[in-house]
């Protein structure tokens, strides 16, 4: 199938709701269905809507590459209603999480190694094969030309650990400000390239805000900021990193969309979660696709919150994590969970190997 940038298509528009979602489903055509199919399946979808009032139909269709779909608000009853000839699945519409904690190989440098000294743990763990060191070494190249879009709560771009090095990309969340409200997504960028705090620190950062102040989104506006993030990096998807700290219960729709933006060229990196359960039983996490990051304490040790199984591709430093925060531009926060991991893992090891360390 062509790029979609070459059909005419554009990035999804800015409507979600991140209100717990009633009446919303994510349906997701069959691989190979045609623009003209499409346009007959909506066509004869928005007949049925139409009969219903209060209901809005369609709310964004969705095509990136194999996946195609879109994100519809109808009367359940009309489900069954649904033509099944082009299309794969119908799920619901659900709510998505920040995954914060409630509780607390040697490569070849193309750049000149520097010692930062003292780091947090988390630094000293990634760059030493042994546990206990509070410095951290790495190439001055290290994340160069790279992008880390960040699908969170907003980034607070004002900061001064990020020497203007993050912008602001989208906002998919209602009524709510072009900034970072809750702190997440401004920490887990911060640990990503912050100048002191972050693992590539000459990477930028993009915030693509899908979750709200309290930390909560829906399935619907995270595909939302996955499209945003294919079309903004466009020809250079293989220099782009999709940052998630986030997610939510198993779904097929959400793993193919992550799916489909790997397939491109994009590296898709995100949280395994904190219920102490296997990664299979949650998306993103579950997919393959995916980098798939889990945490572990200073020693070592899964920690105890961690999701975990086969689908973990690798494990970082999620206790006690410091990096950047909201309030002020040189706040900092200590906090724990797989989405400190996340930040701290694979985006940034990602982010060496394609600038080049």
């Known amino acids: 199938m062509a790029d979609p940038a070459t059909q005419g298509e554009t990035p999804p528009s800015t409507h979600n709701s991140?209100?717990?979602?009633?009446?919303?489903?994510l349906v997701m055509y069959k691989p190979g269905v045609t623009d003209e199919q499409r346009r007959e399946h909506?066509?004869?979808?928005?007949?049925?809507?139409?009969?219903k009032p209060g209901f809005d139909g369609i709310r964004q269709s969705w095509n990136m590459g194999a996946f195609q779909g879109y994100h519809i608000h109808m009367d359940p009853e009309d489900l069954a209603q649904i033509d099944y000839e082009f299309v794969s699945c119908v799920e619901p519409n659900v709510v998505a999480t920040v995954y914060?904690?409630?509780?607390?190989?040697?490569?070849?440098a193309t750049g000149s190694m520097v010692n930062q000294a003292p780091s947090t743990w988390g630094l000293g763990r990634i760059s030493h094969r042994d546990k206990g060191y509070y410095n951290y070494v790495y190439d001055d190249s290290a994340g160069e030309g790279v992008k880390i879009y960040v699908l969170d709560t907003?980034?607070?771009?004002?900061?001064?650990?990020?020497?203007?090095r993050a912008s602001w990309g989208v906002n998919y969340v209602p009524n709510s400000l072009n900034t970072d409200e809750n702190g997440h997504g401004t920490h887990c960028a911060g640990t990503a390239i912050g100048t002191k705090y972050g693992v590539a620190k000459k990477a930028y950062a993009i915030a693509v805000k899908v979750l709200d102040r309290y930390g909560?989104?829906?399935?619907?506006?995270?595909?939302?900021?996955?499209?945003?993030?294919?079309?903004?990096?466009g020809s250079n998807r293989d220099k782009a990193v999709i940052s998630m700290s986030l997610g939510g219960p198993y779904s097929q729709v959400m793993n193919y969309t992550v799916a489909a933006a790997a397939a491109a060229g994009m590296t898709v990196s995100v949280a395994a979660g904190n219920d102490n359960n296997d990664v299979k039983y949650y998306s993103p996490a579950s997919e393959p696709s995916a980098v798939t990051v889990a945490?572990?304490?200073?020693n070592d040790y899964r920690y105890t919150m961690s999701n975990w199984g086969a689908g973990v591709d690798v494990f970082a430093a999620g206790v006690s994590v410091t990096s950047d925060w909201i309030g002020t531009n040189d706040a900092t926060n200590t906090i724990s969970g797989t989405s400190m991991v996340n930040a701290q893992g694979s985006p940034n090891r990602i982010a060496y190997n394609n600038s080049g360390y």
């Open 18 to 25: 991140i209100e717990k979602p009633k009446n919303e489903y």
């Open 216 to 233: 909560f989104g829906d399935f619907a506006g995270i595909i939302n900021g996955i499209l945003w993030a294919y079309y903004d990096a």
């Open 100 to 108: 914060l904690a409630t509780t607390a190989d040697d490569a070849k």
């Open 295 to 298: 945490a572990i304490d200073w």
């Open 42 to 51: 909506e066509a004869a979808i928005h007949a049925i809507v139409i009969q």
């Open 154 to 164: 907003g980034i607070n771009i004002d900061h001064s650990d990020f020497g203007g």
